[in-house]
Nanobody
Framework: QWHVAVSGGGLVQPGGSLRLSCAAS????????VAWFLHVLGKEREGISC????????NYADSVKGRFTISRDKAKNTVYLQMNGLELEDTALYYC?????????????????WGQGTQVTVSS
């Protein structure tokens, strides 16, 4: 049975950086899409980044391109989201989702297993 543990959120000033981690257990991430979504209260979940563990291909939302980088450590069965140049608008609850067949950021329902959210707050 899958279990996904998310960590790395926190409070950071505008322009700062954080790295989120999505550590999977119970199965390896070798054959799935792993994505990061954010959620702001009152709004729909937004897919921001995804990596296909089969070939390493990545996908980013326009809002984070050039600032965020998704990567995978196969040995640790972990996917990371390096967030640089954080902006006030990045404040949200961030979720890792895996066990998905493709990197469709517009379709959160295709991801079967979700980790708990981690809060990212960007504030001066």
């Amino acid at each position: 049975q899958w279990h996904v543990a998310v960590s790395g959120g926190g409070l950071v000033q505008p322009g700062g950086s954080l790295r989120l981690s999505c550590a999977a257990s119970g199965a390896t991430l070798d054959s799935y899409a792993v994505a990061w979504f954010l959620h702001v209260l009152g709004k729909e979940r937004e897919g921001i980044s995804c990596i296909m563990t089969t070939d390493g291909s990545t996908n980013y939302a326009d809002s984070v391109k050039g600032r965020f980088t998704i990567s995978r450590d196969k040995a640790k069965n972990t996917v990371y989201l390096q967030m640089n140049g954080l902006e006030l608008e990045d404040t949200a609850l961030y979720y890792c989702a895996t066990d998905g067949p493709s990197c469709s950021l517009k379709l959160p329902s295709i991801f079967i297993t979700w980790g708990q959210g981690t809060q990212v707050t960007v504030s001066s």
